[in-house]
Nanobody
Framework: QVQLVESGGGLVQAGDSLRLSCAASGDTFSDYAMGWFRQAPGKEREFVAL????????YYADSVKGRFTISRDNAKNTGYLQLNSLEPDDTAFYYCAGDLWVPPFASGTPRSWGQGTQVTVSS
């Protein structure tokens, strides 16, 4: 099972950008689909984006489509989430997740999770 560690969160202003990183270890990273979820205070955790192990396909929540970009560098065992045109509603704890299969992401139940990183967007 892969272990995941996120970094790159912070406090930014509306319209700014951030890049989150997800460093993986413990297993063959390219075997795993990788995704990002987020959870805002008082809200349920929600899916943000997903990328297949090979990087051949990506999927996004409608709320971030066109603003966020998920990518990965399997040679570096690292995944990324580029957040552009940030809005106050993007404020949340962002979690990286991994699973050998894609379907668990649809139910929010991938097997591996990072500890999360806080993103705060001020207006």
């Amino acid at each position: 099972q892969v272990q995941l560690v996120e970094s790159g969160g912070g406090l930014v202003q509306a319209g700014d950008s951030l890049r989150l990183s997800c460093a993986a270890s413990g297993d063959t990273f390219s075997d795993y689909a990788m995704g990002w979820f987020r959870q805002a205070p008082g809200k349920e955790r929600e899916f943000v984006a997903l990328i297949r192990g090979s990087g051949s396909a990506t999927y996004y929540a409608d709320s971030v489509k066109g603003r966020f970009t998920i990518s990965r560098d399997n040679a570096k065992n690292t995944g990324y989430l580029q957040l552009n045109s940030l809005e106050p509603d993007d404020t949340a704890f962002y979690y990286c997740a991994g699973d050998l299969w894609v379907p668990p992401f649809a139910s929010g139940t991938p097997r591996s999770w990072g500890q999360g990183t806080q993103v705060t967007v001020s207006s």
